[in-house]
T-cell receptor, first 111, second 113 residues
Framework: QKEVEQNSGPLSVPEGAIASLNCTYS??????FFWYRQYSGKSPELIMF????GDKEDGRFTAQLNKASQYVSLLIRDSQPSDSATYLC???????????FGAGTRLFVKA | NAGVTQTPKFQVLKTGQSMTLQCAQD?????MYWYRQDPGMGLRLIYY???????DKGEVPNGYNVSRLNKREFSLRLESAAPSQTSVYFC????????????FGDGTRLSIL
């Protein structure tokens, strides 16, 4: 059974701090990795995707991938109360067709 | 620009009833997906359609059927609803089937009594 593991949280950070969200996955052949944000009662929305080892930055968000360690993370700089949500890590399986989602990490940014 | 549209948004069924959830996308995407989301379990893939004319089982297909009606529409049918199928159902689409990000509809909240 292919798995994606996330700490359920809640992760609480003060406004303006860096929030660090982590994810590990079991399928060594995975090539595509995604972070989605989901507000309570809403649908997931794509924040970032990453395919290669290293860092990828987009505004206040940085995705980090380490395939050897089967680890992907999301850093949110200058966290805002509006960033308070559940963050879902998603990994495509070896074939690239099916996406396996983690259960999500709840982030709470305190004003 | 609607993106992915799901109907209905809410539904209550009795055990044994049948129903079809509708999904349509206007982004000219080739691939479409149905997920269910239960508390603490994340999103689980029910069925997907890599391209028009094809459908395949996901992680939790039992009790469900799907139809890819055309490139835009992908429906999910519960033939005989069971309380275990109470969940939030999301439809999603992507440009292609391999390694592409997905765009989600607003979801259908389904309760089965």
């Amino acid at each position: 059974q292919k798995e994606v593991e996330q700490n359920s949280g809640p992760l609480s950070v003060p406004e303006g701090a860096i929030a660090s969200l982590n994810c590990t996955y079991s399928d060594r052949g995975s090539q595509s990795f995604f972070w989605y944000r989901q507000y309570s009662g809403k649908s997931p929305e794509l924040i970032m995707f990453i395919y290669s080892n290293g860092d990828k930055e987009d505004g206040r968000f940085t995705a980090q991938l380490n395939k050897a360690s089967q680890y992907v993370s999301l850093l949110i700089r200058d966290s805002q109360p509006s960033d308070s949500a559940t963050y879902l890590c998603a990994v495509k399986d070896t074939g690239g067709f099916k996406t396996i989602f983690g259960a999500g990490t709840r982030l709470f940014v305190k004003a | 620009n609607a993106g992915v549209t799901q109907t209905p948004k809410f539904q209550v069924l009795k055990t044994g009833q049948s129903m079809t959830l509708q999904c349509a996308q206007d982004m000219n995407h080739n691939s479409m997906y149905w997920y269910r989301q239960d508390p603490g379990m994340g999103l689980r893939l029910i069925y997907y359609s890599a391209s028009e004319g094809t459908t395949d089982k996901g992680e939790v297909p039992n009790g469900y059927n799907v139809s890819r009606l055309n490139k835009r529409e992908f429906s999910l049918r519960l033939e005989s609803a069971a309380p275990s199928q109470t969940s939030v159902y999301f439809c999603a689409s992507s440009e292609g089937p391999v390694n592409q990000p997905q765009h989600f509809g607003d979801g259908t909240r389904l309760s089965i009594l």
